[in-house]
């Protein structure tokens, strides 16, 4: 990280804006986009469908609408963060899963070799989006809220 700007920004484009959500990462990771948000003064936010999120920023108030990430993805120790974000932009939180403010992309430098995808990993399939059939799943169930859990229970619901 290269300055405290990245966090002081974050909470204040939510506040600009409104929007509960941000995923900081390449901006080539940014899949479906759609059309970005000019914030007067500040900036621009670009809007996607699917992303990555090497930096996430949630509100409070997004958490405690849509709680955290599926206690499922505690056993897979990957995964669950586009569904998450996906809970964010169904409660209208957000303008997309990913928002990405651009002005920020130079406040990390990248070291992120190549991924090495597996097309299974611990008996669950990937899909050709990249994400768990189980992840896709759950975006498909539309769940609204995943409670927060102080210790995983060691059962994957699906």
């Not at 992303?51 to 505690?74: D, E, I, T």
């Not at 992309?105 to 050709?128: F, K, L």
Request: a negative charge; aromatic letters at 12%.
């Amino acid at each position: 990280m290269i300055s405290d700007g990245l966090f002081r920004d974050h909470i204040q484009y939510c506040q600009l804006t409104g929007y509960h959500h941000f995923s900081l990462h390449q901006p080539d990771r940014l899949v479906d986009e759609l059309e970005p948000t000019r914030v007067e003064g500040w900036g621009v936010v670009r809007h996607a469908m699917y992303g990555s999120a090497q930096v996430n920023f949630f509100s409070r108030y997004a958490l405690s609408k849509v709680g955290g990430w599926h206690q499922s993805f505690a056993a897979l120790r990957r995964g669950g963060h586009t569904e998450h974000s996906y809970r964010i932009f169904r409660a209208q939180l957000a303008p997309a899963p990913f928002n990405l403010i651009e002005s920020l992309i130079d406040e990390c430098i990248w070291r992120d070799p190549p991924a090495v995808v597996h097309h299974r990993i611990n008996g669950h399939t990937i899909a050709d989006n990249q994400l768990y059939e189980l992840e896709n799943k759950l975006i498909a169930d539309e769940i609204d809220y995943a409670p927060f859990s102080a210790q995983y229970q060691g059962q994957i619901i699906f």
